[in-house]
């Protein structure tokens, strides 16, 4: 089965920077659009930002400016910087790839596990 495994999460002071890596963790024939989802204690899954198969990419107007979504195909990895980060930023991130196994299959969507962000002084 694939699994995505995230990583970069942790403990930030107000302005910092950090990048979060979601990466699949076998071999599979393509990565196609990529999402990152936030969910804070008793809130609501929040969307973050999408990259689609051909590049485009887009973002949640609270993070615009301030977070780029980007991927590198031959790992097999999504990315999100983070960047100028604040205390409303606080929470669990959540990855989401859609995935082609094999050549001509279908895509299938797969999620993370998620990783703590805490920006904190």
């Known amino acids: 089965q694939v699994q995505l495994v995230e990583s970069g999460g942790g403990l930030v002071q107000p302005g910092g920077s950090l990048r979060l890596s979601c990466a699949a963790s076998?071999?599979?024939?393509?990565?196609?659009?990529g999402e990152w989802y936030r969910q804070a204690p008793g809130q609501q899954r929040e969307f973050v930002a999408a990259?689609?198969?051909?590049?485009?990419?887009n973002y949640a107007d609270s993070v615009k400016g301030r977070f780029a979504i980007s991927r590198d195909t031959a790992k097999n990895t999504v990315y999100l910087q983070m960047n100028s980060l604040k205390p409303e930023d606080t929470s669990v991130y959540f990855c989401?790839?859609?995935?082609?196994?094999?050549?001509?299959?279908?895509?299938?969507?797969?999620w993370g596990q998620g990783t703590q962000v805490t920006v904190s002084s």
């Open positions: 989401k790839l859609d995935i082609r196994k094999t050549a001509g299959s279908r895509k299938v969507s797969y």
């Open positions: 076998e071999n599979v024939f393509s990565i196609n659009a």
């Open positions: 990259i689609v198969s051909g590049g485009a990419t």
